[in-house]
């Protein structure tokens, strides 16, 4: 096995380490306390290529492979986990969706905008009732002629109140057909009845445009499904299965934002005459956060690795997302207690750190749901 990068991966590493020195990491507390990411971020996002990571150049992207996508999403991770949502969300979810699935007219139309920046996508799932049984959403689309009218609601939705795609989950089938009766759509975010709300007050990822998003009668040609018919819930998977590399990938950024604050801090602080990095105990914490940002990047580095290859990656994207989630918290708890009290306060990275890091176990699959996904595959038994 070959566990260096090639000249271009290290290229885009350092660029990715650069450009988030320059444009996101000074700006991270402030756009934390604010509640707002500044939106012209978005664009520089899609001047350097960040937005267009993996897809072909034909339709507006930059090409690359998968490691070099880890690369950038641990760099944007390390400076502001909510920045790196926004390329994992508007490129991961979505239009590396319309990539696979898409018709020739829908990359057309919406590639081009998507990794430039001209335009941001979300990806409409979760809902109020149903986040981790995704099957059974209730949002429906009925057929009318050569329209679909959408009627439902959806929540926790990243990018959702800047987004001019949503990427969108609904039932067209019987409610027992279960997944099965699942599509997905392309829905403009201006199409009339589409009302979005911003969620505010959240624990991390503040910065984060996360939404409500309500459906009323909201109407889209037939030409909008994404997929065949019956076939969303196969949409969702594909994109959540890469979708948890790309969040695993945040926390190994996360992990390592926590190394680089303790043992910066460790060396300048003095305790009883001496820098605290000389303590015994606080060494043990700074090799703890080291041993977990190098296992979860391995793990992480692996899945890339395997889709790049073409090989099944969807168990071991699970299992990279679970360690690397858990780790991520571990990290972050660590930091903050090499830190004593003034970790406890803003004007210090690692209480941010912790906060993005606590909802990493969350979405995108809960570790539960992840420590089920596995076991399923390891026994052959689903436990859903």
Not at 141 to 153: L, P, Q, S
């Amino acid at each position: 096995m070959n566990f260096g990068l090639s000249a271009e991966q290290s290229d885009i590493r350092a660029l990715a380490r650069d450009f988030t020195d320059r444009e996101v990491t000074p700006h991270a507390a402030e756009w934390d306390r604010a509640e707002a990411v500044d939106r012209a971020i978005v664009k520089k996002l899609g001047a350097v290529g960040f937005l267009g990571l993996t897809i072909d150049e034909e339709y507006g992207g930059s090409g690359g492979d998968h490691v070099a996508y880890c690369l950038v999403t641990e760099e944007l991770g390390r400076a502001d986990s909510s920045v790196r949502g926004i390329v994992s969300v508007s490129l991961g979810l979505v239009a590396k969706s319309v990539a696979h699935w898409g018709t020739e007219e829908q990359k057309r139309a919406w590639l081009p905008r998507l990794t430039s920046g001209e335009a941001i996508g979300c990806f409409g799932l979760t809902e109020p009732g149903t986040g981790s049984d995704a099957g059974s959403l209730t949002t429906r689309a009925v057929r009318d002629g050569e329209a679909y009218v959408i009627t439902g609601g959806k929540t926790f939705i990243t990018n959702g109140t800047w987004a001019d795609v949503v990427l969108l989950f609904a039932r067209t089938g019987s409610t027992e057909e279960g997944h099965r009766g699942v599509s997905a759509f392309l829905v403009p975010a201006d199409t009339p009845g589409l009302g979005r709300r911003a969620i505010h007050g959240k624990l991390g990822l503040r910065g984060q445009a996360t939404a409500e998003i309500v459906l009323d009668g909201v109407r889209v040609p037939a030409d909008a499904m994404l997929g065949p018919e019956g076939k969303g819930f196969s949409v969702a998977m594909s994109a959540l299965a890469k979708g948890r590399m790309s969040v695993a990938a945040g926390c190994v950024g996360i992990a390592q934002a926590c190394l680089e604050a303790a043992v910066g801090y460790a060396g300048q602080r003095e305790q009883f005459g001496v820098p605290i990095a000389g303590h015994q105990l606080v060494q043990e914490m700074i090799a703890d956060i080291a041993v977990d940002v190098a296992t979860a990047r391995l793990l992480t580095w692996q899945v890339a690795d395997l889709i790049d290859r073409g090989q099944p990656f969807a168990t071991e994207s699970s299992v990279a997302k679970l360690h690397a989630s858990e780790a991520a918290v571990r990290c972050a708890n660590n930091a903050l207690q090499v830190f004593g009290g003034y970790g406890y306060i803003d004007e210090y990275p690692v209480g941010k750190l912790l906060r993005d890091a606590r909802v990493m176990t969350l979405y995108e699959g809960t570790s539960q749901i992840q420590k089920l996904l596995i076991g399923r595959s390891l026994t052959g038994v689903s436990a859903f």
